[in-house]
C-alpha cells in the first residue's frame, strides 16, 4: 500500500469515529431533545451505532492486515541472509513470537494470522480494498483467503473479481459479498471455485474419494462425536432422510428437539441388530456381490413406508416414542427428495460440467449420471436451460399445481429466504408472502420459504418479506424500516460440447453463441426432421394444463423436448440445433 492510501485508510476511519460519537449522543438521548419519538430515536441510534461499528471493526481488520504483513516483510529484510533452511525457520519462529506477544495472542494464531495477511496483501488487493471500505467484514476476507487457497493466480483473481469486481466480464449480479453472512459468501466462493477449478471436478472427487472415513472423538461429560468424510450424494441422501424420520417421531407427547431426535434415529439405526448382516439370506451371498467400487454398501434396504413426496414428513403417520427410546421397527424411512440440477450436455454424457445438489452444491457430472441413471427415488432431477443456466422445472409428473410448485420453492431459495438463515429446504416450510386470508394466491411469486423459526418470527413480529419472483426469493423489511434484498442463485451458462459448437460455426451462428435468445431473423427456417416432429409436442399440450403463475408454463415446452433428447440416440447434432433456435412459446423475459 502507498503512503498515501495508508492516510486515506486513517482519515476515513477518523471520519467514521466521529460519526459513531454522534450516535453514541443520540443513543443515550442527549442529541435531539425535540424528537417526537424520542425512545424509538435512541433505538434507531443503537442499531445505526451497530452498523458503523462493524464497519469500523472491517478497516481495523484492514490496517492490522497491513501492519501485519508489513512487519513480515520488513523483518525479513532486516534479518541476515539464512545460511541454511533451519535458520530460515527460526527467523520465521521469530517474527510469529513477535506478532503473538504484540497482540496478545497464541503463536498459532499469529502464524495464520500472518499467512492470511500476506496472501490478502500479496495476491488479493480486492479483498483489501473491500475491508478499508468496511464493506466487508474480516469473515469474509478469511473465507476469500480459504477458497482461493488451492488455486493458482489467475483462478484467485478470477474469483476475487466475480464477486468484488461489478466490471469483470461474469460479476456476480446478485446479493453483494458484503451482504451475505460469512458463511453464506464461503458458501458460494466455493461453489464459484468448483466450477471454475482449473483441474475438473472428476479428478478433485477421485481423490477426495480415496479418504473417505468415519471418525471417532471423545468430548467432556460422557459425550464423543462421530463424523463421516463421504460422497456427497450419500451424506445429503443421510442427512435428508434422518431428518424426515425425525420429523414423522415428533409429536405433542414428544419433548425431544429436531437435533436430540437426529441423534437418536441414527444411533438407533446403526446400533439396531442386522443392520450390517441382514437376513440370514444375505449372509450367505457371495461377499464380493456385495462390494461396489463406488463405496456402496449392498443388503441395506431403503425402507421406504411412505410415498414419494416433496421432502417433508406432513404424509408420515406420527410414531409415539418414549424419551430416549426409538424403535427402529417402528420408525418410518419417508424418502428425501433430494433436487439434483443436471445440464442436459452433462447428463448425456457430451460434457463433464458440475450438476448440482440441493444443500450442498457442484458435484461431479459422473456422480448425477450415476444417480440418474440408476432411478434413485430419494433424488429428483432438474433440466436446466441449455442458453442461460436457468431451471427449466421439475418435470412432467409433477404437473398437479401444489407439487410441482413446492419442489420449484425448493429449488428457487434453496434455504429458509430469511436473511443469514442456512436451514436447508428441505426442513422448511412454504408459506404464503401475502397471506391467503388478505387475497394472496397460491403462486410461486407469492410463496417463500421458511424454516420454522423465522415462520414463527414472520407471524409473530413485524419483520414483512419482499416481493419475490420465479428466480427470485424475496427480500426482507424489518420492524425499524431497513431493507435486507434476497440472496439467490447466479445461474451460469451451460458449456457446450466442441461438436455442436464447430457445427454452430460452420453454419454461421456465431451470434447464437454470444446473444441467447436468438431473435427471429436468426432462427434457420429448415422444418425439423419426421423424428423431431413425431416426439415434440404441439406447442400448448404442456402449457394448457398449468395454472398461469405456474414457473412450468414458460419451461414446459423445451423441458418437454429436452427430456425427449435421453431416449433419442439417433438424435443429430443438426436436430439439436434446430430445437434449441426455437424460441419458447410466448417466452416471458427474465
Known sequence: MESGEGVDSVDAMVAAMAALAVLV??????????????????????????ELTARLDAM???????????????????????????????????????????????????????????????????????????????????????????????????????????????????????????????????AWRERHHPESIEKRHARGFLDRRLEYAPDRDGMAWLSAYLPADQAAGIWNRTTAAARALQGPAEDRTLPQLRADVVAKLLLSAGFMLGSTADRTTDAAANKSNDGTITGFSDGTTASANDGGASNVPAVDATAGNVDA??????????????????????????????????????????????????????????????????????????????????????????????????????????????????????????????????????????????????GWTSPTGRDYPSEH????????????????????????????????????DRPPTDTLSEVLPPEDTPRAELAPDDPSRECAWLRHALEELERLPQLSVTDFLWLVEQPFPRRSAR
Open 60 to 190: 481495523l481488520a484492514a490496517r492490522k492486515v497491513h501492519f501485519a504483513a508489513g512487519y513480515a516483510a520488513k523483518s525479513a529484510a532486516l534479518a541476515p541472509p539464512a545460511q541454511s533452511p533451519g535458520q530460515h525457520t527460526a527467523q520465521e519462529m521469530g517474527v510469529v513470537a513477535e506478532v503473538a506477544c504484540a497482540m496478545t495472542v497464541s503463536e498459532g494464531t499469529a502464524s495464520a494470522f500472518l499467512a492470511q495477511s500476506c496472501e490478502l496483501t500479496t495476491n488479493l488487493p480486492l479483498t483489501v480494498e473491500a475491508l478499508e471500505k468496511g464493506s466487508m467484514s474480516w469473515q469474509h476476507a478469511r473465507a476469500m483467503v480459504d477458497e482461493t487457497a488451492s488455486l493458482n493466480h489467475e483462478g484467485a483473481a478470477a474469483l476475487e473479481a466475480h464477486f468484488l469486481d461489478p466490471n469483470a466480464p461474469d460479476a456476480a449480479r446478485r446479493c453483494p459479498a458484503g451482504d451475505m453472512v460469512p458463511s453464506r459468501f464461503r458458501a458460494k466462493a466455493r
Open 25 to 50: 449522543e443520540r443513543s443515550e438521548g442527549g442529541s435531539d431533545a425535540t424528537s417526537s419519538n424520542p425512545l424509538r430515536d435512541q433505538a434507531d441510534a443503537c442499531l445505526d451505532g451497530l
Open 489 to 524: 442463485h447466479d445461474w451460469e451458462p451451460p458449456q457446450w460440447p466442441t461438436q455442436i459448437l464447430e457445427e454452430l460455426r460452420c453454419k454461421g451462428h456465431g451470434a447464437v453463441l454470444s446473444n441467447w435468445p436468438p431473435g427471429d431473423d436468426e432462427l434457420e
Open 329 to 474: 421397527g417402528r420408525v418410518p424411512y419417508p424418502t428425501a427428495q433430494v433436487l439434483v440440477t443436471v445440464p442436459i450436455f452433462s447428463l448425456m454424457g457430451l460434457t463433464d460440467e458440475p450438476a448440482d445438489l440441493d444443500g450442498y452444491g457442484p458435484i461431479p457430472a459422473s456422480m448425477a449420471r450415476k444417480l440418474v441413471a440408476d432411478g434413485a427415488s430419494s433424488f429428483r432431477r432438474v433440466l436446466i436451460d441449455p442458453r442461460d443456466g436457468a431451471p427449466l422445472g421439475i418435470g412432467r409428473e409433477n404437473y398437479r399445481i401444489p407439487a410441482a410448485m413446492r419442489q420449484w420453492l425448493r429449488m428457487r431459495d434453496g434455504r429458509c429466504s430469511f436473511p443469514g438463515c442456512n436451514n436447508q429446504s428441505l426442513d422448511n416450510d412454504a408459506d404464503h408472502i401475502l397471506a391467503w386470508a388478505d387475497g394472496g394466491t397460491t403462486g410461486i411469486t407469492n410463496l417463500e420459504s421458511l424454516c420454522r423459526k423465522h415462520h414463527r418470527l414472520k407471524h409473530t413480529t413485524a419483520w414483512t418479506p419482499t416481493g419475490a419472483g420465479i428466480h427470485k426469493p424475496p
